[in-house]
């Protein structure tokens, strides 16, 4: 989308403000010449750390507040949310990380008194690490997502290879980052080139716009690329196993009737198909959101049991975070990316609001217009281009809005729990969304295995005293996950102690 500038050119060097040339950074690589520490994005720390919270809310109470959980299929809804803001936010960090100087002594970068090859001085070092990041980042992905943890409902470990699953939220991620970290690393090169040669010189937001041309290309070509695929593509009939030891219909085959192409629906779009004819059945996940659809159960949008009349595919597996989906993901992070350049080049609080702002309430127009003209609906599990504007405007509109108030106001000790959680996003992550740590007090249990300390606290601390189930376990959420992993992280906070991949 094209973005209206508000660029102005650069006074002489005499004329120049340094104070509003210098911005905090929130530099997250580590330099081999230990480089002190610079000052990071509090907005940027805050919104990660609401973005962590957020999805500890929607797994540990999304069964019980079906309006905070993932919609069945068509719509949004507060979890379908955290996936393209974890995805905005590495897009916004990349920039803030390669940009830092190795190797300065000031707590502030200067961005205008150093060349490129000064702030990434290594083009193949900083490659080596995007690659190194994205291999911890699948493998963590693998062992949280892929099957092989059962935390925190089963005190088991290990997973069958013939049914591992290969997607998850983190594998996600790390396609994103490796694709856009490498975009912003191998086109830098290009972008000094062209500057140099050019008659005129350009101040910093111009250079934000010369360089963020890549990505307007290489996004449109994304765009392209899934639209041409999900509308083109023929789907045709095909046949899966119920694997689910549970279900009364284990073992049994099933044949799902299609045919067509161009179909958004749940059994017969382009993006399932992709799936099962690479990924197979047996890899991808066993229990879709779809299953609360009211196509297949009359408790929608609660779980619940089949109707006699559910189609076939009610039963089947889906990858909300597939191959077709997930590289139309990009897009949320490369819009992400544009407003790290623009928080690194503008020079001005107003400069940068006026940017963000403008095309986060335009993303997020165009997403709403998409869907209520029937054009193309909001799709989490599709990843929709209706609703990657509608995320990505959302994404930039809380990030101004924390700008705003931390940044700029100062309002800052209210939000101080998220900000601790958002500089140790990856142990909160694992310990409290992933479960790992129920898991672990799961293991302590007395008599059997259903009476541990997590179910005695949910139920004669939170549910017993609110008489609500409903109310107990949003409670429990709150205070004993989310408000308890805020004061955990701010202690590691104190101690200088961060889990960073």
């Not at 580590?30 to 520490?37: G, I």
């Not at 830098?188 to 990505?215: G, L, M, P």
């Not at 279900?247 to 992709?274: H, Q, W």
């Not at 805020?486 to 906070?493: F, K, P, R, S």
Request: contains cysteine; positive net charge; proline residues 4%.
């Amino acid at each position: 989308m094209a973005t209206t500038q508000l660029c102005s050119r650069r006074p002489a060097a005499a004329e120049e403000d340094p104070a509003k040339l210098r911005i905090p950074l929130a530099g997250d690589e580590v330099a081999e010449e230990k480089p002190r520490r610079t000052k990071r994005v509090a907005a940027l720390d805050i919104f990660r750390g609401l973005t962590v919270a957020m999805m500890i809310l929607v797994d540990g109470a999304g069964d019980e507040w079906p309006a905070i959980g993932h919609a069945p299929w068509n719509g949004c809804n507060l979890a379908d949310f955290v996936m393209p803001f974890f995805l905005f936010i590495v897009g916004m960090a990349i920039p803030l990380s390669l940009k830092v100087r190795f190797g300065s002594r000031s707590k502030f970068c200067d961005l205008s008194q150093h060349s490129d090859d000064q702030r990434m001085p290594n083009r193949l070092l900083a490659v080596r690490r995007v690659l190194w990041r994205t291999i911890k980042l699948i493998f963590w992905g693998l062992i949280l997502q892929g099957g092989y943890s059962h935390a925190p409902d089963q005190l088991t470990y290990g997973v069958d290879m013939k049914h591992i699953r290969w997607c998850g939220i983190l594998q996600r991620i790390a396609l994103a980052y490796l694709v856009v970290a490498l975009l912003e690393i191998l086109t830098k090169k290009a972008q000094v080139q062209e500057q140099s040669t050019s008659r005129w010189s350009i101040s910093d937001c111009e250079k934000s716009f010369v360089h963020f041309k890549n990505y307007r290309m290489f996004g449109a070509c994304v765009i392209v690329i899934y639209l041409a695929t999900i509308y083109a593509t023929y789907v045709p009939d095909w046949k899966f196993t119920v694997h689910n030891i549970l279900s009364m219909d284990y073992g049994k085959e099933f044949t799902v009737v299609c045919g067509v192409s161009g179909r958004l629906n749940p059994p017969c779009n382009a993006v399932g198909y992709i799936d099962r004819q690479v990924l197979g059945t047996n890899h991808m996940y066993q229990h879709p959101a779809w299953k609360r659809s009211k196509d297949c159960t009359y408790s929608s949008p609660y779980e619940g049991p089949f109707r006699k009349d559910a189609p076939s595919w009610c039963l089947a597996p889906f990858e909300p975070e597939g191959i077709l989906s997930s590289i139309d993901s990009i897009m949320s992070t490369i819009i992400g990316v544009h407003f790290g350049h623009v928080l690194l080049h503008m020079k001005t609080h107003l400069e940068r609001l006026y940017q963000w702002v403008l095309m986060g309430f335009g993303l997020l127009i165009l997403g709403i217009l998409l869907h209520f003209t029937h054009a193309i609906p909001f799709n989490k599990q599709l990843y929709s281009f209706s609703y990657v504007c509608l995320t990505a405007g959302a994404a930039g509109i809380v990030f101004s809005t924390f700008y705003i108030l931390v940044d700029i106001l100062d309002v800052h000790k209210i939000f101080l729990p998220l900000e601790w959680i958002g500089m140790n996003a990856m142990l909160v992550f694992v310990m409290a969304a992933a479960g790992i740590f129920e898991g672990f007090l799961n293991g302590w249990y007395y008599e059997n295995p259903n009476n541990t300390l997590v179910f005695w606290v949910q139920k004669h601390i939170f549910i017993r005293v609110w008489h609500s189930r409903r109310v107990g376990i949003l409670l429990y959420v709150i205070f004993a996950q989310i408000l308890f992993w805020g004061l955990v992280a701010g202690i590691l906070h104190r101690l200088g102690i961060y889990w960073k991949l």
